[in-house]
């Protein structure tokens, strides 16, 4: 992933609403959620969903499909994979120790 996707994938997801939305979409899996029942878990007006929804499309972390006339939408998450690996590409100092996670991950300090 490049710098470039990454922030318009964090600046997409640097928003109350957006990020509740895509955490729901994670949680529902590849079948995804209907816009109706995003709009029904969110309690969000049409109009502010939809404009959510399409900030997250175009940061390619949320794809939709016409079902007829429901609208089902899904996480990519391929592209939510490469922002974490983008995220993470540099802990534990690039070391492929079995021991470094994420979740373990301390910055290196350089000596000056």
Do not use: W
């Not at 640097?14 to 729901?24: N, P, T, V």
């Not at 939408?73 to 802990?91: H, I, K, P, S, V």
């Amino acid at each position: 992933m490049e710098s470039t996707d990454a922030l318009s994938a964090l600046g997409a997801l640097a928003h109350e609403h957006r990020l509740s939305l895509f955490r729901l979409l994670v949680q529902a899996g590849d079948e995804g959620m209907a816009v109706g029942e995003l709009a029904e878990a969110t309690g969000l007006a049409g109009a502010t969903l939809t404009n959510h929804l399409h900030v997250l499309r175009r940061a390619e972390l949320v794809t939709d499909e016409r079902r007829g006339r429901v609208i089902q939408c899904r996480a990519n998450y391929a592209q939510m994979d490469a922002l974490l690996g983008f995220l993470t590409e540099n802990c534990c100092a690039g070391s492929p120790s079995a021991n470094c996670a994420p979740s373990r991950c301390k910055p290196t300090r350089r000596k000056p």
